[in-house]
């Protein structure tokens, strides 16, 4: 891999270093988690109800549809281990168990003389944050130099590749660029690929990849699967074999 005058060595020390910058500014999806937790006063309603409420008591309360009932789940669990909320367990027969306040959460109620509400959520204002969205256009770049230039040999042999979620297809156009033999489209939903303009061997297709992913030798994610729930993934994953499948003619 060619790299860039500044002083790395190796692309192991560059994945190194970006991982390292990484650890630091993904401490973003505690306070985004936060404001989630903020914006649909869960402390107050907790504190409410006197006692530790269980998931479905708290998707209940908070009259959201029970489809939402894994997200819930998944925001509580990086709360708890945040230290903003605990895990009690109600029924020792049962094993039931339900989220309490911590010293941190009670900070957070809203009728408290203390409560720090108005100034988090001042602090994790849109205008604050949307910086973020921009950034990762610069990760992109980082991931296609790596993947076109030292993962060579995972591609050998495709014909054809389709990136899921692929938005306006930083990576993809790189993969395209760099194998020019082999046809890349890029998947995403109607108002990111809106626009986009491809080349000979690059295609933008409108669609959402719980209903079809277009068939290919090979299917592309990155930062896709993190952000749906298991069920959801395995909906993902099950779409992924299908357009292989249909591209191969074979089950994989």
Request: charged letters at 20%; a negative charge; one cysteine or more.
């Amino acid at each position: 891999m060619v790299l860039p005058n500044n002083g790395i060595q190796s692309t192991q020390e560059l994945l190194n270093a970006q991982s390292h910058v990484w650890n630091h500014l993904f401490n973003f999806i505690n306070s985004m988690s936060l404001k989630c937790v903020l914006q649909l006063g869960i402390p107050d309603i907790i504190h409410k109800h006197g006692k530790p409420m269980t998931l479905s008591e708290l998707t209940h309360s908070l009259r959201i549809n029970k489809a939402k009932t894994l997200s819930l789940e998944r925001l509580m669990r990086i709360m708890i281990h945040s230290k903003f909320f605990i895990n009690v367990k109600i029924s020792q027969a049962d094993e039931i168990q339900g989220y309490w306040l911590t010293p941190a959460s009670r900070l957070l109620l809203r009728d408290e003389p203390l409560s720090v509400t108005p100034f988090a959520l001042a602090m994790l204002d849109p205008y604050l944050i949307d910086p973020w969205y921009h950034g990762m256009a610069s990760d992109s770049m980082l991931a296609a130099r790596v993947i076109t230039e030292d993962c060579r040999n995972v591609f050998e042999g495709l014909k054809s590749m389709v990136d899921v979620g692929g938005g306006t297809g930083t990576v993809a156009k790189a993969i395209a660029d760099g194998f020019p033999g082999m046809n890349c489209v890029v998947l995403d939903l109607p108002h990111v690929v809106a626009g986009c303009e491809g080349s000979e061997n690059l295609t933008f297709v409108a669609g959402d990849m719980f209903e079809y992913i277009p068939p290919a030798d090979a299917v592309f994610m990155k930062w896709i699967l993190h952000d749906w729930p298991d069920k959801k993934c395995v909906k993902i994953l099950e779409k992924c074999k299908e357009a292989i499948s249909t591209e191969t003619g074979e089950e994989r």
